[in-house]
């Protein structure tokens, strides 16, 4: 089945600096690939997602790419808020299962 | 987006007793359900796929005869943890995928914390 490897599990980046999160997957029949947002003891909030026909999608100041060759896709976020720490994780779903597989997640904390 | 609702939000038995935990799509039909677990600090883990009016499918590891899931309609899913224990405390998530209209996104519900004692 679908495996999902995130990195890094744990990210401090300055106000205003850049953020990098960075999954691979081991299902080359996967084609979906959401990222959410997950705030202490709440539901995960999907922010942005890509589709394996696509190589790149920005939204704002969040930015995903996908490179299915290598089976890496990335999470950028720019000129990061405070708003912006949580624990973000990395997701896929091959087009022969509907199930989400979840990546270990990375929690992001932005120094004032 | 579409709505998920679960009910309860929160709750904490003795060990031993049996919880369950409702899951409702509330302006879509969801041909799909899906309940994961969240230990603290840790990703979401999925635990089965329900289909309406089908078996469960159950992930690798998870007990079905524990962790039994009924998909009784196209808006509700229910997960019943039988002779719950203190290490199936934990916070239970659904989400649900639309039937239709071109919706390919799972929608989450807002959890159950569950604490057993």
């Known amino acids: 089945g679908e495996n999902v490897e995130q990195h890094p599990s744990t990210l401090s980046v300055q106000e205003g600096d850049s953020a990098v999160i960075k999954c691979t997957y081991s299902?080359?029949?996967?084609?979906?690939f959401p990222w959410y947002k997950q705030e202490l003891g709440k539901r995960p909030q999907l922010i942005i997602d890509i589709r394996s026909n696509v190589g790149e999608k920005k939204d704002q100041r969040i930015a995903v790419t996908l490179n299915k060759t290598a089976k890496h896709f990335s999470l950028h976020i720019t000129e990061t808020q405070p708003e912006d720490s949580a624990v973000y994780f990395c997701?896929?779903?091959?087009?022969?299962?509907?199930?989400?597989?979840f990546g270990s997640g990375t929690r992001l904390s932005i120094r004032p | 987006g579409a709505v998920v609702s679960q009910h309860p939000s929160r709750v904490i038995c003795k060990s031993g007793t049996s919880v369950k935990i409702e899951c409702r799509s509330l302006?879509?039909?969801?041909?799909?359900m899906f309940w994961y677990r969240q230990f603290p600090k840790q990703s979401l883990m999925l635990m089965a796929t329900s289909n309406e009016g089908s078996k469960a499918t159950y992930e690798q590891g998870v007990e079905k005869d524990k962790f039994l899931i009924n998909h009784a309609s196209l808006t509700l899913s229910t997960l019943t943890v039988t002779s719950a224990h203190p290490e199936d405390s934990s916070f239970y998530i659904c989400?649900?995928?639309?039937?239709?209209?071109?919706?390919?996104?799972?929608?989450f519900g807002p959890g159950t914390r569950l604490t057993v004692l």
């Open positions: 302006d879509f039909q969801a041909t799909t």
């Open positions: 989400s649900a995928r639309a039937l239709a209209g071109g919706i390919n996104e799972q929608f």
């Open positions: 997701a896929a779903r091959s087009s022969s299962a509907s199930k989400i597989i």
């Open positions: 299902d080359s029949a996967s084609n979906y």
